[in-house]
C-alpha cells in the first residue's frame, strides 16, 4: 500500500499534517475504537488465508475485499501497511477440529495428485481472484504454512519449555487452563466450554478446549516431519502464530478474518503467541460477517458453492461482486443471489459512465469539495462502505458541485474504494441506437415532466421504465440506461 500512502502525501502536499482519525469496532473489546498504530506512519496487518485444497468460493472472498478496503482506508491517511495473507497447505482438518483427515490429503486423494501440486494451483486461482477484484498484491505476502515448519516447532518448543503445553500420546497440546485470558476473545467461558462441532471427545487431553500443538503422522498423512514429539504435522493454529511472528513481529496492530475464526482459531492464536511471548499479540481485531446464498451457508452439498470464474462465465465483472459487497457493512450479514449481482453490476455499469462523462466535462482537473470530507468520514468511521456509495451517488448527481470537485471526488473514491472508476468503460450502459422506440419516448416524456417540475408524472414514467426491464439513473449529461437483466 505504499503507492495509496504516497498518492495521499502528495495530495496533502506536506508530511507534517496529522493523520486523521480512524475508528474500527474491535471484536475483543466488542466497541468502536479510535485506531493508534503501535509505530508512526506504520501498521502490520495479518489476514487469515485460505486452506488450498480446493478454490476459494465467493463467501471467502468477501473477507480479502474487506481487509483490502481496510488497508486503503489506512494507506489513504499516511500509513505505510506490511501485510501478511497465510496459505494453509498443511495441519487444517476435516471439520476443523483436532480429529480427521488434512483437507490437503483429502484434496490430493480427490484429485490423484500430491498435496503440493494442489497448493500450487489453488495458490494461483486464489491469488489469481484477488487480482481480479482489484486487491492490491503487490505488497502483499503469501507465506505457505510449509515453509516455516521450523518456526513452527520452535514456538511449541517455547510453549512445552514455559509450561503451556503437555505431551500425550499423539503428540502435543496446548493447555488452555494455563492462559487465565482463554476465551477473551469474544468472551469465551472456558468452563462452558463443551464437546461440539469443533471441540472433540480426547480422553487425553485435560479440557475438551486444549488443541494441537503438533500432532503424530496418521498413515494417510501425505506431509510428514521429525519434531521432538515425533514425527507429524503441526496444529492448524499455530502456523499463523509463527508466520505472524516471522514477518510481522511478536506485537501486531491488525488481525482480521471471518467472523466463524474468531471464536476457536482467533482464541488459540492469541493464547498460544501470549503465552509464548507475554505480549498482547494484536491490538485490533477485525472481523467480516458472513455471505450466504439466498439465506443458506455456502456449502458444496447444497450446491450453491459459488466461484468468481462462475460470475465471470455469465458475463459480469469481477469489480460487481466487489460493488456488490460494498453496498453491505463489512459487520452486516449479506446474502448472495443472481438477481442482487444483477443489480450491482447495473450500478457500477452506471457508475461508470457517469465517470467518464464527468471526465470529460472537467478535463480530469480535480477540486476539493465538502462531499470529499463526507465521504472519507464514512469511511474512516468503521470502514461505513453504504453510506461512503451514498454519498458518491448523491454528489455525483447534484448539480451543487462543479465537474472539478466531482473528479476530485471520483479520485477519492477510486483510491479508497477500488472500483476503477477513472478507466473503466461501461459495459451494459445503453446508447441511442440501443434503446428501443418506446423506452426513448419515455424518456423523452419523463424529462419533460421533470423540466416542468412534475415529480410525480416522472417518477411514474420512470416505474413503467423500470418494469420494461431497465433502469434509469440522472447523470451530470442526462438519463443514463441500463438494462437490469443480462
Same mark, same amino acid.
Given at each position: 500500500?505504499?503507492?495509496?500512502?504516497?498518492?495521499?502525501?502528495?495530495?496533502?502536499?506536506?508530511?507534517?499534517?496529522?493523520?486523521?482519525?480512524?475508528?474500527?469496532?474491535?471484536?475483543?473489546? /466488542?466497541? *468502536?475504537?479510535?485506531?493508534? %498504530?503501535?509505530?508512526?506512519?506504520?501498521?502490520?496487518?495479518?489476514?487469515?488465508?485460505?486452506?488450498?485444497?480446493?478454490?476459494?468460493?465467493?463467501?471467502?472472498?468477501?473477507?480479502?475485499?474487506?481487509?483490502?478496503?481496510?488497508?486503503?482506508?489506512?494507506?489513504?491517511?499516511?500509513?505505510?501497511?506490511?501485510?501478511?495473507?497465510?496459505?494453509? +497447505?498443511?495441519?487444517?482438518?476435516?471439520?476443523?477440529? +483436532?480429529?480427521?483427515?488434512?483437507?490437503?490429503?483429502?484434496?490430493?486423494?480427490?484429485?490423484?495428485?500430491?498435496?503440493? !501440486?494442489?497448493? +500450487?494451483?489453488?495458490?494461483?486461482?486464489?491469488?489469481?481472484?484477488?487480482?481480479?477484484?482489484?486487491?492490491?498484491?503487490?505488497?502483499?505476502?503469501?507465506?505457505?504454512?510449509?515453509?516455516?515448519?521450523?518456526?513452527?516447532?520452535?514456538?511449541? &518448543?517455547?510453549?512445552?519449555? *514455559?509450561?503451556?503445553?503437555?505431551?500425550?500420546?499423539?503428540?502435543?497440546?496446548?493447555?488452555?487452563?494455563?492462559?487465565?485470558?482463554?476465551?477473551?476473545?469474544?468472551?469465551?467461558?472456558?468452563?462452558?466450554?463443551?464437546?461440539?462441532?469443533?471441540?472433540?471427545?480426547?480422553?487425553?487431553?485435560?479440557?475438551?478446549?486444549?488443541?494441537?500443538?503438533?500432532?503424530?503422522?496418521?498413515?494417510?498423512?501425505?506431509?510428514?516431519?521429525?519434531?521432538?514429539?515425533?514425527?507429524?504435522?503441526?496444529?492448524?493454529?499455530?502456523?499463523?502464530? !509463527?508466520?505472524?511472528?516471522?514477518?510481522?513481529?511478536?506485537?501486531?496492530?491488525?488481525?482480521?478474518?471471518?467472523?466463524?475464526?474468531?471464536?476457536?482459531?482467533?482464541?488459540?492464536?492469541?493464547?498460544?503467541?501470549?503465552?509464548? %511471548?507475554?505480549?498482547?499479540?494484536?491490538?485490533?481485531?477485525?472481523?467480516?460477517?458472513?455471505?450466504?446464498?439466498?439465506?443458506? &451457508?455456502?456449502?458444496?452439498?447444497?450446491?450453491?458453492?459459488?466461484?468468481?470464474?462462475?460470475?465471470? !462465465?455469465?458475463?459480469?465483472?469481477?469489480?460487481?461482486?466487489?460493488?456488490?459487497?460494498?453496498?453491505?457493512?463489512?459487520?452486516?450479514?449479506?446474502?448472495?443471489?443472481?438477481?442482487?449481482?444483477?443489480?450491482?453490476?447495473?450500478?457500477?455499469?452506471?457508475?461508470?459512465?457517469?465517470?467518464?462523462?464527468?471526465?470529460?466535462?472537467?478535463?480530469? &482537473?480535480?477540486?476539493?469539495?465538502?462531499?470529499?470530507?463526507?465521504?472519507?468520514?464514512?469511511?474512516?468511521?468503521?470502514?461505513?462502505?453504504?453510506?461512503?456509495?451514498?454519498?458518491?451517488?448523491?454528489?455525483?448527481? %447534484?448539480?451543487?458541485?462543479?465537474?472539478?470537485?466531482?473528479?476530485?471526488?471520483?479520485?477519492?473514491?477510486?483510491?479508497?474504494?477500488?472500483?476503477?472508476?477513472?478507466?473503466?468503460?461501461?459495459?451494459?450502459?445503453?446508447?441511442?441506437?440501443?434503446?428501443?422506440? &418506446?423506452?426513448?419516448?419515455?424518456?423523452?416524456?419523463?424529462?419533460?415532466?421533470? !423540466?416542468?417540475?412534475?415529480?410525480?408524472?416522472?417518477?411514474?414514467?420512470?416505474?413503467?421504465?423500470? *418494469?420494461? /426491464?431497465?433502469?434509469?439513473?440522472?447523470?451530470?449529461?442526462?438519463?443514463?440506461?441500463?438494462?437490469?437483466?443480462?
Amino acid at each position: 500500500m505504499k503507492w495509496l500512502a504516497n498518492v495521499f502525501k502528495k495530495r496533502r502536499g506536506s508530511a507534517h499534517i496529522q493523520t486523521p482519525r480512524i475508528f474500527f469496532t474491535n471484536t475483543l473489546s /466488542g466497541e *468502536k475504537e479510535l485506531f493508534i %498504530s503501535q509505530k508512526p506512519r506504520m501498521v502490520t496487518m495479518y489476514s487469515c488465508g485460505p486452506t488450498v485444497y480446493g478454490p476459494a468460493h465467493i463467501g471467502n472472498l468477501r473477507a480479502y475485499v474487506f481487509s483490502d478496503i481496510l488497508a486503503r482506508v489506512l494507506g489513504g491517511v499516511g500509513y505505510s501497511v506490511r501485510r501478511v495473507i497465510n496459505i494453509t +497447505d498443511v495441519g487444517h482438518l476435516v471439520g476443523d477440529g +483436532d480429529t480427521g483427515e488434512d483437507k490437503m490429503t483429502v484434496g490430493a486423494a480427490r484429485e490423484k495428485t500430491t498435496p503440493q !501440486a494442489i497448493a +500450487d494451483r489453488y495458490t494461483n486461482e486464489f491469488i489469481d481472484n484477488l487480482s481480479e477484484l482489484n486487491i492490491d498484491t503487490g505488497n502483499l505476502k503469501f507465506p505457505r504454512a510449509t515453509d516455516y515448519i521450523k518456526e513452527q516447532i520452535a514456538l511449541a &518448543k517455547t510453549l512445552e519449555e *514455559k509450561g503451556f503445553a503437555y505431551r500425550i500420546k499423539n503428540g502435543l497440546a496446548f493447555d488452555t487452563s494455563r492462559f487465565p485470558g482463554y476465551g477473551k476473545l469474544g468472551n469465551i467461558d472456558l468452563s462452558a466450554q463443551k464437546v461440539g462441532a469443533r471441540i472433540e471427545a480426547d480422553p487425553e487431553k485435560r479440557h475438551p478446549a486444549d488443541f494441537w500443538l503438533w500432532r503424530n503422522a496418521k498413515p494417510k498423512d501425505l506431509q510428514q516431519w521429525d519434531s521432538p514429539w515425533g514425527r507429524g504435522n503441526p496444529g492448524w493454529h499455530i502456523e499463523c502464530s !509463527a508466520m505472524s511472528r516471522a514477518l510481522l513481529g511478536q506485537e501486531i496492530d491488525i488481525h482480521t478474518g471471518g467472523e466463524d475464526l474468531a471464536q476457536i482459531h482467533h482464541n488459540n492464536e492469541m493464547a498460544q503467541s501470549e503465552a509464548a %511471548s507475554g505480549r498482547t499479540f494484536v491490538h485490533y481485531w477485525i472481523h467480516n460477517a458472513f455471505l450466504t446464498v439466498e439465506g443458506n &451457508k455456502i456449502s458444496k452439498s447444497l450446491h450453491n458453492d459459488i466461484y468468481l470464474r462462475d460470475i465471470v !462465465a455469465k458475463g459480469y465483472s469481477p469489480l460487481s461482486l466487489r460493488y456488490f459487497f460494498l453496498q453491505a457493512h463489512y459487520r452486516t450479514p449479506l446474502s448472495f443471489s443472481w438477481n442482487a449481482l444483477a443489480g450491482a453490476a447495473g450500478a457500477l455499469d452506471r457508475l461508470w459512465k457517469i465517470s467518464r462523462d464527468i471526465a470529460d466535462e472537467s478535463s480530469r &482537473k480535480s477540486a476539493p469539495s465538502e462531499a470529499r470530507g463526507r465521504f472519507l468520514a464514512a469511511l474512516r468511521d468503521d470502514l461505513a462502505t453504504p453510506q461512503a456509495l451514498g454519498i458518491l451517488w448523491d454528489s455525483l448527481k %447534484s448539480e451543487e458541485y462543479a465537474p472539478e470537485e466531482k473528479w476530485g471526488l471520483l479520485q477519492d473514491a477510486d483510491a479508497h474504494l477500488g472500483l476503477s472508476l477513472l478507466h473503466a468503460t461501461p459495459t451494459n450502459v445503453l446508447t441511442e441506437t440501443d434503446i428501443p422506440e &418506446k423506452i426513448r419516448d419515455m424518456l423523452v416524456h419523463r424529462e419533460a415532466a421533470r !423540466a416542468s417540475k412534475d415529480f410525480k408524472q416522472a417518477d411514474r414514467i420512470r416505474s413503467d421504465i423500470e *418494469k420494461s /426491464g431497465y433502469h434509469v439513473d440522472d447523470g451530470p449529461n442526462g438519463p443514463v440506461l441500463t438494462k437490469t437483466t443480462l
